[in-house]
């Protein structure tokens, strides 16, 4: 049981470039979500999903888009990457939507 | 501004001190969430708290849910250094699991 898989592990690129983080889980579960963590800022959502076909905007949104196609997974683009980027990022998910939420290890990303 | 505010935002301590962390808001929430990070890794949840009042034991860790469902802390007896971690709170308004900036404690050996 591999649980919540993040791939790339590690990504730099250049303004403008464009990429997609995938995200990956094998636990079934309905709730899936991508969050930034920044020095001093926390995690923060920037979207999230509550079955596959379902996608929602958290609270950083911009600059970013998903989609969710089966339960499986759930990739985050990133259109027109940009230097406010570079952060790590973290793809999450839970049974449902009480309950403990499973982190993947991060894609930590880097935008010169 | 953050949903959750978690303070201090940064401690440090001797091994075998006690120490609170806490979690508070201006909004209520259906359950509460503490998790433990540690450096190049996720999040790892340590208790959920559901109802008012309610208090948990995890080893020497101790939760507490605020009465009005608004707050928690967090509190850690005779810390060691595998204690040493950042400590996210995180809570549910709705669908959206909303964190804390994290409590970032280290002890001293």
């Known amino acids: 049981n591999a649980g919540v898989t993040q791939t790339p592990k590690f990504q730099v690129l250049k303004t403008g470039q464009s990429m997609t983080l995938q995200c990956a889980q094998d636990?079934?579960?309905?709730?899936m979500s991508w969050y930034r963590q920044d020095p001093g800022m926390g995690l923060r959502l920037i979207h999230y999903?509550?079955?596959?076909?379902?996608?929602d905007q958290g609270e950083v949104p911009n600059g970013y888009n998903v989609s969710r196609s089966t339960t499986e997974d759930f990739p985050l683009r990133l259109l027109s990457a940009a230097p406010s980027q570079t952060s790590v990022y973290f793809c999450?998910?839970?049974?449902?939507?009480?309950?403990?939420?499973?982190f993947g290890d991060g894609t930590r990303l880097s935008i010169l | 501004t953050q949903l959750l505010e978690q303070s201090p935002q940064f401690l440090s301590i001797q091994e075998g001190e006690n120490l609170t962390v806490y979690c508070n808001s201006s909004?209520?929430?259906?359950?509460l969430q503490w998790y433990r990070q540690e450096p190049g890794e996720g999040p790892v949840l340590l208790v959920t708290?559901?109802?008012?009042?309610e208090v948990k034991k995890l080893k020497r860790l101790t939760f507490q849910f605020g009465d009005a469902r608004k707050d928690s802390s967090l509190h850690i007896t005779a810390a060691q250094p595998g204690d040493t971690g950042l400590y996210l709170c995180?809570?549910?308004?709705?669908?959206?699991?909303?964190f804390g900036e994290g409590t970032q404690l280290t002890v001293n050996p």
């Open positions: 636990m079934n579960h309905e709730y």
């Open positions: 999450a998910s839970r049974r449902g939507e009480s309950q403990p939420q499973h």
């Open positions: 995180a809570g549910l308004p709705s669908s959206r699991l909303t």
């Open positions: 999903s509550v079955g596959a076909g379902i996608t």
């Open positions: 909004s209520v929430f259906s359950s």
């Open positions: 708290v559901v109802t008012g009042g």
